[in-house]
């Protein structure tokens, strides 16, 4: 059983930064970061794989950094340049399966934290 708890969230203007944080207990082979809107549902934005490597959204690339800290068991997501079309709930996801390489699909997570809000103004 994995647990995970999100932080960091919160209201920025547009262009300005945020880092979220998630601590996790328990084990897991691969954690990623996704979002949900209304509009869009729940999208992939950032993973790190099992063998370390990060993958990202096309729409956050250069902008978003995916990192972890294992002797603090917390993933960050530091996220740079924010824009409008960022506002979502980010949530934190932890995968405990075997990979099937799909790190930007919810399907491939069987873990989930509650969700911080992100609210970017323009």
């Known amino acids: 059983q994995v647990q995970l708890m999100e932080s960091g969230g919160g209201s920025v203007q547009a262009g300005g930064s945020l880092r979220l944080s998630c601590v996790a207990s328990?084990?897991?082979?691969?954690m990623g970061w996704f979002r949900q809107t209304p509009e869009k549902g729940r999208e992939g934005v950032a993973a790190?794989?099992?063998?370390?490597?990060?993958v990202y959204a096309y729409s956050v690339k250069g902008r978003f950094t995916i990192s972890q800290d294992n002797a603090k068991n917390t993933l960050y997501l530091q996220m740079n340049s924010l824009k409008s079309e960022d506002t979502a709930m980010y949530f934190c996801?932890?995968?405990?399966?075997?990979?099937?390489?799909?790190?930007?699909?919810?399907?491939?997570?069987?873990?989930w934290g509650q969700g911080t809000q992100v609210t970017v103004s323009s």
């Open positions: 328990g084990y897991s082979r691969y």
């Open positions: 996801a932890a995968g405990s399966r075997p990979y099937l390489g799909w790190a930007l699909r919810s399907y491939e997570y069987n873990y």
């Open positions: 790190i794989l099992p063998g370390g490597a990060p």
